[in-house]
């Protein structure tokens, strides 16, 4: 079974600026996307970037303009480059990849931005 792991994340102050790395553990030949979720306190998961796998992006307009979405493919590896940050990026962010069936998710990271 494939995993997948993050690295990076942290606390930074506003407008700084943090790099999130996930790594799978095997080659994944089947997906639809890789995505990055962060989910807030008392708040509602959400999806934040995708990259699929031609290399399409799309972001949620709350970081659009801000956040990166990046895949390496000979390393297996996504990155989600997060600039410009804001006190409510504060959140656990997930790594995700969407497959048809048995998705994988990320252990999750703790990212804190502080005012």
């Known amino acids: 079974q494939v995993q997948l792991v993050q690295s990076g994340g942290g606390s930074v102050q506003t407008g700084g600026s943090l790099r999130l790395s996930c790594a799978a553990s095997g080659s994944i030949k089947s997906f639809n996307f890789w995505g990055w979720h962060r989910q807030a306190p008392g708040k509602q998961r959400e999806l934040v970037?995708?990259?699929?796998?031609?290399?399409?992006?799309q972001y949620s307009d709350y970081v659009k303009g801000r956040f990166t979405i990046a895949r390496d493919n000979a390393r297996n590896t996504v990155y989600l480059q997060m600039n410009s940050l804001k006190p409510e990026d504060t959140a656990v962010y997930h790594c995700y990849v969407d497959r048809d069936v048995n998705n994988l998710w990320g252990q999750g990271t703790q990212v804190t931005v502080s005012s």
């Open positions: 970037a995708y990259i699929t796998g031609g290399g399409d992006t």
